[in-house]
């Protein structure tokens, strides 16, 4: 996608990540769990049409089912205890919404009228 900084979203996702339900996780379990649901946002995208070679695809980016894919796909990695499912669910949680916010704040998102 043109525009979007991997590095630079990671920063600042990291940042605004309200930490009060992440008690005792580290910052680079933070960042590496950030790190990697970019990674699969971005293949979910791709897989989905929402985009195409890394340029805007003609399907619509659906929100629950993007979720859904980076939080299996993240818990198969890994292994997750059920603590770690909970960890996980907090980060990409938070990571949607962060998402979201850089995207717009760099003028990402179309939004249709």
């Known amino acids: 996608m043109q525009g979007y900084d991997k590095k630079e979203a990671v920063e600042y996702i990291v940042s605004k990540i309200d930490r009060s339900e992440l008690a005792g996780v580290s910052e ?3 960042r590496s769990l950030v790190q990697k649901a970019i990674e699969l946002d971005f293949e979910y995208m791709e897989e989905n049409g929402v985009l195409k070679g890394g340029m805007m695809g003609d399907s619509f980016y659906d929100d629950d089912d993007a979720y859904d894919f980076i939080c299996e796909n993240l818990l198969r ?3 997750a205890d059920d603590d770690e499912e909970l960890i996980i669910a907090h980060v990409v949680d938070a990571y949607m919404d962060c998402q979201q916010d ?3 704040e760099r003028g990402l998102l179309q939004w249709e009228d």
Request: glycine share 12%; proline share 0%; hydrophobic share 35%.
């Open 77 to 79: 990695e890994i292994g």
């Open 102 to 104: 850089y995207m717009q």
């Open 28 to 30: 680079n379990r933070i």
